[in-house]
């Protein structure tokens, strides 16, 4: 009879369990064997069968012979590409709109498939809708918007974010922050005189990390 190491099992286990917690995808049997400092496939292979066996993993047969299948919590699921396309202004508008830095993927299960962009805010003028300086924003690509909304809207060529509201029955743009100047008119509102097009709505705010104060 074939002596069990048990201790090697654990040694498998634990290596499969994490890196699918790590990687977010099932490890090869050539990476476990690598990793683990076991001479052949066939001392991985047998150790997969025993874990199976023992209901600790999953394997799917249908995919090979050395397939191991992750966990459904641990899936990702779908997602979709999403480009970071520079800053926003929260306050004045700026012009750094479209200067692509990178693409991202993000889960379709927390955030829809919407046709997305990220941009940095950039200012203070949202902060009463929960917008800081350093956030990043998750702009759902729509040229309407509807009133309460918060929208990324261009104002000659220039982008800024703002609450797209409605003063007797005519849209402007209003500002989440009421901080007024000596005369006590309000900093940061904006009531613009010249055309200015909706590009797009704000489905998310990912904040940005707190730093401690030195």
């Known amino acids: 009879m074939r002596i069990i190491d048990e201790d090697r099992l654990k040694n498998t286990l634990d290596f499969i369990l ?11 049997y050539r990476q476990i064997q690598h990793s683990c400092n076991y001479t052949s496939l066939g001392t991985v292979a047998a150790d997969v069968a025993r874990l199976k066996k023992r209901n600790l993993i999953d394997s799917d047969s249908s995919t090979g012979w050395n397939s191991i299948k992750i966990p459904s919590q641990l899936a990702s699921g779908n997602t979709h590409n999403t480009l970071v396309v520079g800053s926003v202004r929260c306050g004045e508008p700026s012009h750094a709109l479209e200067n692509i830095e990178a693409s991202v993927a993000l889960p379709d299960a927390i955030f829809g498939c919407a046709d997305h962009v990220i941009l940095h805010a950039v200012g203070p003028s949202m902060i009463k809708r929960g917008i800081f300086d350093g956030d990043l924003l998750v702009v759902r690509r729509q ?28 849209p402007f743009l209003k500002a989440a922050n009421d901080t007024v100047d000596n005369r006590g008119k309000r900093v940061y509102d904006v009531h613009p005189k010249t055309e200015w097009t909706i590009y797009g709505v704000v489905d998310f705010v990912i904040h940005a990390p707190v730093r401690d104060e030195l």
């Open 143 to 170: 040229c309407v918007a509807e009133f309460g909304q918060t929208v990324i809207a261009i104002l000659d060529g220039d982008s800024t974010c703002k609450i797209y509201a409605s003063r007797n029955g005519v």
């Open 18 to 28: 994490d890196y699918q917690k790590t990687e977010g995808k099932t490890p090869t």
